[in-house]
């Protein structure tokens, strides 16, 4: 089903990002991935993905060993599968991160942290960092809010460089003083995963680039930039929301222009840009989001120039993590393959 048919699909892909849930593989799973993604499928679109980039022109526009996947974008597949299953997938797609959306398996019990890190790193996947939740009312929630201390605990048993957050800042509302209590917030973990050796994280949606309610000439996201500690908040920016969020937002509420460009927030601050969500839309300006979100490289975003504008900056080649991502893809498997295949084919313009 298309994330556009839902009533407020922004909304709904907020509340329902949860812990992933997996079993054990076994003949069963066996026949499930072997009609999903037959191995000549997913050796196939990775051989011609090389061929394609043999014949091009410039290198390769994806650094090496920086291809990654939000896993919840695999959610199905690791709750009928189990996470080794779909590692494997992953391998033989040619990936070398995963970014997790939960850490448990579903009805065949739970997988210790050091069990799913080894099983990870067996197919030459390098976690690199986990979505958490923000706040919640229940005091034994897991989220940075209420139990910090165990969210970094497990980001350590994983070996994780990077452990954010796919929430909003709008726990206090939407004004410019709400905005910055957020940024409180986030300062706080922040300094404490600092203390542990990783970088705490913010995932955006396009709400972010809306204006404030009490003050409409200001835009949210320049209030978290502005008043987080670069040194302590990083950003984790999925360029399909930042688009949109162009789209929604390039005039403020009085309908005076307010134009901006995603890419130039990265290209001011690069260093705050530790990692990136690399997911596709087709343009569709009867849509109240501007895009319907398609595999990557079926769309209109141009990745040649946004991941070549960022990784041609000095000293910022391998400084990036590009996670491919898809919230309801119609087959998953089908959409990590191509989008890797994609992605590898893209070469840099000479």
């Not at 997911?279 to 209109?300: A, C, I, L, Q």
Request: proline share 6%; aromatic share 10%; charged share 20%.
């Amino acid at each position: 089903m298309s994330r556009f048919s839902q009533p407020d699909p922004e909304l709904t892909h907020r509340l329902s990002r949860r812990g992933m849930l997996g079993v054990a593989a076994g003949a069963t799973a066996a026949a499930l991935l072997g009609a999903a993604a037959p191995a000549t499928a997913a050796t196939g679109d990775a051989g011609a993905a090389t061929a394609s980039g043999a014949k091009g022109r410039g290198r390769p526009v994806l650094p090496p060993g920086r291809l990654g996947i939000q896993l919840y974008s695999l959610r199905d597949k690791v709750s009928t599968l189990g996470f080794g299953p779909v590692f494997a997938e992953l391998e033989k797609y040619g990936y070398d991160e995963v970014e997790f959306a939960g850490y448990t398996q579903g009805s065949a019990g739970p997988i210790t942290l050091a069990q799913l890190k080894r099983l990870a790193r067996s197919h030459g996947l390098n976690p690199i960092g986990s979505h958490v939740g923000y706040y919640s009312s229940d005091p034994n929630a897991y989220t940075f809010a209420q139990n910090l201390t165990k969210v970094l605990d497990d980001a350590q048993a994983l070996g994780l460089k990077h452990i954010g957050t796919a929430a909003g800042p709008f726990r206090y509302g939407s004004t410019v003083d709400a905005c910055k209590r957020a940024a409180e917030d986030f300062n706080t973990y922040g300094a404490a995963a600092k203390a542990r050796g990783m970088k705490f994280y913010q995932h955006n949606h396009s709400e972010e680039f809306s204006f404030a309610t009490d003050n409409p000439k200001v835009r949210l996201y320049d209030v978290l930039l502005k008043e987080t500690d670069p040194d302590l908040v990083y950003l984790e920016m999925d360029i399909y929301w930042a688009y949109v969020g162009q789209f929604r937002f390039s005039k403020r509420p009085d309908g005076t222009p307010a134009p901006f460009e995603p890419l130039n927030y990265v290209l001011r601050q690069p260093d705050r840009y530790p990692l990136f969500h690399v997911k596709d839309g087709e343009s569709d300006p009867s849509n109240p989001y501007g895009y319907r979100m398609v595999d990557v490289g079926d769309g209109d975003i141009d990745y040649q120039r946004f991941i070549s504008a960022v990784t041609r900056l000095r000293g910022h080649r391998l400084a990036h993590h590009w996670q491919a991502e898809h919230d309801n893809p119609a087959e998953s498997l089908t959409f990590a393959r191509r989008s890797s295949a994609h992605l590898h084919s893209l070469r840099e313009k000479c």
